[in-house]
Each structure stands twice: as C-alpha cells, then as structure tokens.
T-cell receptor, first 111, second 112 residues
Framework: QQQVKQSPQSLIVQKGGISIINCAYE??????FPWYQQFPGKGPALLIA?????SEKKEGRFTISFNKSAKQFSLHIMDSQPGDSATYFC??????????FGTGTSLTVIP | GAGVSQSPSNKVTEKGKDVELRCDPI?????LYWYRQSLGQGLEFLIY????????KSGLPSDRFSAERTGGSVSTLTIQRTQQEDSAVYLC??????????FGSGTRLTVV
C-alpha cells in the first residue's frame, strides 16, 4: 500500500507562475513531512519540512501547507523560475524511522 | 565528512557478476538508509540501519541483495549474481534523530 500519494506526476508552469504539488498520507502517526528536490544526476536534497503542529511553513519562495484533518500537505513554489525545474518528492516519517516517499513530480518551468 | 559519499559513482557489470556499493555517511549520523531509483521512477526503500543493526530489511528485493554496516559508519550493499533488472541508481542517505535525510549522489549501476 502506498503510504504517501503524490500528484501530479508532471507539471509545466510558466516563469513567474505558481507551482503546486500535492501529497496525501495514510498513517496518522506520521510526524515529519519533508519535501526533497532532485536534479538530474544528483541525489534528492532536503528543500523544506513541516511538523503537524503548524499549518504552514514558508522559506523564501517555497511554502508547505499542511491540513492535518484531511491528511494532506502541499508544496507551493511562488514566482517559479527555470532553475526550479527538477523532480520533487514529498515524504512522511514517524519519529525518525523510515521515510515513505511519494512517487515524485517532474516540474518544468518554461522561460 | 561534509556530506554522504557513495562509491563508485558509476558501475557497469556483466550479468551474473557480484557488485559491492559503498556508502560513507555523515559523521555522527546514527541512521543509514539504502534506496533504489529506477529511471524516471520514485524511491524504492531497500534497508535501514540504526547503528550497526538493521531493524528493517523488508525492502530487499531478493536474497541476492544484502547489506552490512560496520562501526556505525560505512555501509556496503552487495548484489550477487546481478540481473539486468538490477540496473538503477542506488542511493544512500543518513540522518541523525528526526532531522531529515541527507542523500548521497548515488551509484548508477548498469548490468549488461
């Protein structure tokens, strides 16, 4: 069973637009929700993360919105740039144990 | 070290040969994870170490796959009698407590 479901699989956005990627999880015991960014030929890198005691976290142009009751969280990239073109993975974990990853979203930002 | 180091970065091997992939985690990181990523696919969990013990081996695809970790540091993932379907990027990550993974750049394995 897929513990974390991610959508869309791919996304094309114009430069300056907003990119939105959504994830849903099953296990209510999860207490840490990171997003990873992966460029071709590189390993995923931690982008931003949130814990369930807050509903939103913002770091620069990147914002996580978290809805505990719906068991959903999303990544918003404001003012998207061509350099943001990458694959994005959401994940969830409980108390530092194994991370469960979404299937990834390939983002392309068109100049 | 400053980051998670994996070696080799690329490995081409003949079908049926054994391969060893190495991961040097960040110093002090107690947890170490191996994942597999096939072309254009997500991250498939293989195995997790806490210290030198592996509480979760549930993701190993077959008994041809094994892993060990020594001294709470370096880990080796061994694939015996490699098959073409083993071709993928093998990623290692380490973490301390619950502060998120740091991934290495991976080993790209090609079985010909």
């Amino acid at each position: 069973q897929q513990q974390v479901k991610q959508s869309p699989q791919s996304l094309i956005v114009q430069k300056g637009g907003i990119s939105i990627i959504n994830c849903a999880y099953e296990n209510t015991a999860f207490d840490y929700f990171p997003w990873y960014q992966q460029f071709p030929g590189k390993g995923p890198a931690l982008l931003i993360a949130i814990r369930p005691d807050v509903s939103e976290k913002k770091e620069g142009r990147f914002t996580i919105s978290f809805n505990k009751s719906a068991k959903q969280f999303s990544l918003h990239i404001m003012d998207s740039q061509p350099g943001d073109s990458a694959t994005y993975f959401c994940a969830a974990s409980k108390a530092g144990n194994q991370f469960y990853f979404g299937t990834g979203t390939s983002l392309t930002v068109i100049p | 070290g400053a980051g998670v180091s994996q070696s080799p970065s690329n490995k081409v091997t003949e079908k049926g040969k054994d391969v060893e992939l190495r991961c040097d985690p960040i110093s002090g990181h107690t947890a170490l994870y191996w994942y597999r990523q096939s072309l254009g696919q997500g991250l498939e969990f293989l195995i997790y170490f806490q210290g030198n013990s592996a509480p979760d081996k549930s993701g190993l695809p077959s008994d041809r796959f094994s892993a060990e970790r020594t001294g709470g540091s370096v880990s080796t993932l061994t694939i015996q009698r490699t098959q073409q379907e083993d071709s993928a990027v093998y990623l290692c990550a380490s973490s301390f407590a619950n502060y998120g993974y740091t991934f290495g750049s991976g080993t790209r394995l090609t079985v010909v």
